[in-house]
């Protein structure tokens, strides 16, 4: 695709993300089937300037050559990673995004800025990505520049926003990105026009990897618990989509809680997390689980009324720093200053 005309490419955006955590309202976290939708919002924006600058939270980065690119522990290593990733020539533009998510709250923040970032820089670049590529491409630059081990429905929730059931089936092994099978995305919104989900954060931050490198080394390598532990976990997926689209919110309760069980088992919740999802149930909640990796992060419960005072208060008064309801959002979009 030619590049943009220069008066359509200042402040192309990909931004407006609604994101999801590896299991956010999802009924169960599995190989092959996600149904989570998506709380808050991401924003990266490009406009011309006369060098490369980078902007988050307030401070600036400046990219003068290749070796700026090396990652420095610093909020701007995400830029720099995509940056590294698209071979670009030198750039003269002001990059700047942001998010509304707490840091490293198991709400899949990274991976959004990730896909705004990534999305708004092929477009500046008048490469259009539609979905598909876009959730693949982002995923690989997590894992293989950011040296992220986790899933792949981050970064395809965060690109497709909604609420979704999502396939990945065959892509249990890492390959190149022009290798990579594609996910089957369902979009589920049309058929449940209220989300009956609260997502309570721990306001233990954590990151992702520490919890899943493990458990995909194990599965890797064949442990039985894990192996059937997932295997379960698929099926609980596919009776969860059932159960959310019947609205059979005691059913889908109970799939909530065995797929906490076993995530709990296999070593993969924690402390505060165990503290939420006991307050959750205790104060009427008809399932809760792990809404992340766990060891921190965000946990989710099931509270299909309207009126969910009972519940809130409950998380907070055991330790949750912020309590969200969920509403479905769209994904990805590229906007021009001034509209879409």
Same mark, same amino acid.
């Given at each position: 695709?030619?590049?943009?005309?220069?008066?359509? %490419?200042?402040?192309?955006?990909?931004?407006? =993300?609604?994101?999801?955590?590896?299991?956010?309202?999802?009924?169960?976290?599995?190989?092959?089937? %996600?149904?989570?939708?998506?709380?808050?919002?991401?924003?990266?924006?490009?406009?011309?300037?006369?060098?490369?600058?980078? $902007?988050?939270?307030?401070?600036?980065?400046?990219?003068?050559?290749?070796?700026?690119?090396?990652?420095?522990?610093?909020?701007?290593?995400?830029?720099?990673?995509?940056?590294?990733?698209?071979?670009?020539?030198?750039?003269?533009?002001?990059?700047?995004?942001? /998010?509304?998510?707490?840091?490293?709250?198991?709400?899949?923040?990274?991976?959004?800025?990730?896909?705004?970032?990534?999305?708004?820089? /092929?477009?500046?670049?008048?490469?259009?990505?539609?979905?598909?590529?876009?959730?693949?491409?982002?995923?690989?630059?997590?894992?293989?520049?950011?040296?992220?081990?986790?899933?792949?429905?981050?970064?395809?929730?965060?690109?497709?926003?909604?609420?979704?059931?999502?396939?990945?089936?065959?892509?249990?092994?890492?390959?190149?990105? $022009?290798?990579?099978?594609?996910?089957?995305?369902?979009?589920?919104? +049309?058929?449940? +026009?209220?989300?009956?989900?609260?997502?309570?954060?721990?306001?233990?931050?954590?990151?992702?990897?520490?919890?899943?490198?493990?458990?995909?080394?194990?599965?890797?390598?064949?442990?039985?618990?894990?192996?059937?532990?997932?295997?379960?976990?698929?099926?609980?997926? %596919?009776?969860?989509?059932?159960?959310?689209?019947?609205?059979?919110?005691?059913?889908?309760?109970?799939?909530?809680?065995?797929?906490?069980?076993?995530?709990?088992?296999?070593?993969?919740?924690?402390?505060?997390? $165990?503290?939420?999802?006991?307050?959750?149930?205790?104060?009427?909640? =008809?399932?809760?689980?792990?809404?992340?990796?766990?060891?921190?992060?965000?946990?989710?419960? =099931?509270?299909?009324?309207?009126?969910?005072?009972?519940?809130?208060?409950?998380?907070?008064?055991?330790?949750?720093?912020?309590?969200?309801?969920?509403?479905?959002?769209?994904?990805?979009?590229?906007?021009?200053?001034?509209?879409?």
């Amino acid at each position: 695709m030619p590049p943009l005309p220069e008066g359509e %490419r200042d402040g192309v955006r990909g931004g407006s =993300l609604s994101t999801d955590e590896s299991t956010l309202p999802l009924p169960l976290p599995a190989r092959e089937g %996600r149904i989570p939708p998506l709380p808050e919002r991401e924003r990266a924006g490009v406009r011309v300037v006369p060098d490369l600058i980078l $902007e988050t939270g307030g401070q600036e980065c400046r990219i003068a050559s290749r070796d700026d690119l090396r990652p420095r522990g610093d909020y701007f290593d995400l830029a720099r990673a995509i940056l590294d990733y698209m071979h670009l020539p030198p750039l003269a533009c002001h990059v700047r995004y942001e /998010s509304e998510i707490p840091v490293r709250s198991g709400m899949s923040g990274s991976t959004a800025l990730v896909v705004a970032l990534l999305q708004a820089l /092929s477009a500046w670049q008048g490469e259009r990505l539609h979905a598909y590529q876009l959730a693949e491409r982002a995923r690989y630059i997590e894992l293989n520049y950011c040296k992220v081990v986790c899933g792949y429905q981050d970064a395809y929730m965060c690109t497709f926003g909604g609420l979704n059931y999502m396939d990945f089936r065959g892509k249990q092994f890492y390959r190149d990105v $022009e290798a990579e099978l594609f996910a089957t995305i369902e979009p589920l919104a +049309p058929y449940v +026009p209220e989300l009956p989900f609260v997502l309570g954060f721990t306001g233990v931050q954590h990151a992702s990897s520490a919890v899943h490198k493990p458990l995909r080394e194990r599965w890797l390598e064949g442990d039985a618990a894990v192996v059937e532990g997932y295997n379960r976990i698929t099926e609980l997926a %596919r009776m969860g989509k059932k159960a959310l689209l019947v609205a059979d919110w005691p059913l889908l309760g109970r799939l909530m809680n065995e797929n906490h069980a076993i995530q709990r088992d296999l070593g993969g919740s924690g402390e505060s997390n $165990e503290r939420l999802i006991a307050a959750a149930l205790e104060a009427g909640a =008809l399932g809760a689980k792990l809404a992340g990796a766990g060891d921190g992060g965000t946990i989710i419960a =099931l509270w299909p009324w309207p009126d969910s005072t009972r519940l809130e208060e409950a998380l907070r008064q055991a330790g949750a720093s912020a309590v969200y309801r969920l509403q479905v959002a769209p994904g990805a979009m590229v906007e021009k200053d001034g509209g879409k």
